[in-house]
């Protein structure tokens, strides 16, 4: 979505230079229509109407993000596979480089809909394991830094059992 965004962003800016309805619209193709206010709903609906590159690549994108909310595997390529057809056959370059950009990326996209996991784990963990060291101010070697991660970031129980007690 982000590169989508950039894309949108990029057609706007390109199109903005012969049309001066363009100018001061960037947040408009940018932000949630969700969070919109009123006015700028209005003006992004008179926009929308019009015959722009920059609402075909809005509408591309906005395309994109009705896939992520899509439960079933099996529909979801589907989609994706029509977004991308639509994508690559739209006119627009940066829109057919974006499209480009999701195919080499398609396993991890097709991943995400498996799992419901992203990067926002692995950056968490990381930030853990990059405090861990800062607060170290370094280790002997790296065993012992493998050691201290494993007991900052594995969630290990250090208390007896009743057991043992």
Not at 50 to 70: D, G, P, R
């Amino acid at each position: 979505m982000k590169r989508l965004n950039e894309v949108v962003d990029q057609v706007r800016r390109m199109e903005q230079q012969e049309n001066e309805l363009l100018k001061n619209t960037r947040y408009l193709w940018l932000r949630n229509p969700k969070n919109l206010t009123r006015n700028q709903k209005v003006k992004l609906g008179s926009l929308s109407r019009m015959n722009l590159k920059t609402v075909w690549a809005y509408n591309i994108k906005m395309s994109l993000k009705e896939f992520w909310e899509i439960p079933d595997l099996e529909t979801a390529v589907q989609y994706l596979k029509k977004w991308y057809f639509w994508a690559t056959h739209s006119r627009l370059e940066p829109i057919k480089e974006a499209a480009y950009f999701i195919k080499r990326h398609w396993y991890g996209i097709i991943q995400y809909i498996i799992t419901r996991i992203n990067n926002g784990i692995l950056e968490g963990i990381n930030s853990l394991i990059q405090a861990t060291k800062r607060k170290a101010r370094g280790y002997r070697n790296t065993d012992n830094l493998i050691s201290i991660i494993y007991l900052t970031c594995g969630n290990l129980r250090m208390g007896l059992s009743r057991a043992f007690i």
